[in-house]
């Protein structure tokens, strides 16, 4: 089955937003992991891991001005190639992030997110 959208669009955008609002300057977080961080919600599992990545770059295609959209980047940890891309990388080395060859060591800069101990966690595998 392909899923074009998130059964709920917005309540996943919204989701996915709150999510990245989390990711601190410096740090970088790709869509697969921010999908991974969030629970499915009305698809099964396999699906979502297909899928949600896409999703969240849709998410991020459309957030509001107050996401940090600049700190997801992609799973090789590059820079998808798209409209904008030269401003996501400024902003990124704006925030002390350094780039090898257009890419971003992911072990460096990757955000795992945090939990009440501000301690990095692992994304919950569902």
């Not at 410096?26 to 999703?55: C, H, N």
Request: proline fraction near 10%.
């Amino acid at each position: 089955m392909r899923f074009t959208s998130p059964p709920n669009p917005q309540e996943f955008n919204e989701r996915v937003w709150a999510l990245v609002r989390q990711v601190p300057r410096g740090k970088v977080a790709t869509y697969g992991q921010i999908a991974l961080m969030l629970p499915p919600q009305g698809v099964d599992f396999e699906s979502y891991r297909a899928f949600g990545p896409r999703w969240v770059g849709g998410a991020m295609a459309a957030c509001p001005d107050d996401v940090p959209w600049q700190r997801v980047i992609n799973s090789q940890g590059k820079i998808s190639e798209r409209p904008g891309a030269e401003k996501q990388r400024m902003l990124l080395e704006e925030e002390g992030i350094v780039f090898v060859k257009d890419k971003v060591d992911l072990k460096k800069y990757g955000w795992h997110g945090l939990d009440e101990a501000d301690e990095p966690r692992q994304p919950t595998l569902f």
